[in-house]
């Protein structure tokens, strides 16, 4: 009984495919929400470029798609607006912080969108001042968490337990105090994505 070539090339090749689709398909992705302008650019890049450097697949939102220009000058375009926001899609919500975090503190899309990741057991980050948008959702109340020194008093009326560290992690909800921790936060959020 002969086997023709091309079915055994086949047999070989099918399941190395098939790795590739899973493996495509397993790629991690984090969800950056930044404000329409004065986010902390800091805190947008070097994030961005960390996880980038993993390979991780990262996506820009905002109010808007116009670009986006931070504190320091730095302009970015969003990926997509806030409202066309699928967070099934993603693995990590990460909120960026400056003095346009602001902007997101009583939204309630976006309170709606960081409830609902972290009810499907996704890992939830802010920086800076943008922790005040996860305390006013509801998601800091009995949590550890950090914040930008100034706010650190309304986490604390929303019922979380204020550290006042550079990076506080309460299960998969981790937060930092702003710029200076951009790196230690972006590595925190990692370990968290990688199981670490």
Known sequence: MRIPIALVIASILFPIFLAGIVQADSKKSVL??????NYRDEELIVPRDFFKSKQISVTIASSTTSPAKG??????KPDIKIQDIDISKYDVLLLVGGTGASEYWDDGLVHKIATKAYNEGKIVSAICLAPVTLANAGLLK??????WQSEGDTLKKKGAVYTGEAVTIDGKIITADGPASAKKFAEAVYNALEGK
């Open 142 to 147: 009995g949590k550890k968490a950090t914040v």
């Open 71 to 76: 504190m320091l000058g730095a302009v970015v």
């Open 32 to 37: 950056m929400i930044i404000a329409s302008k």
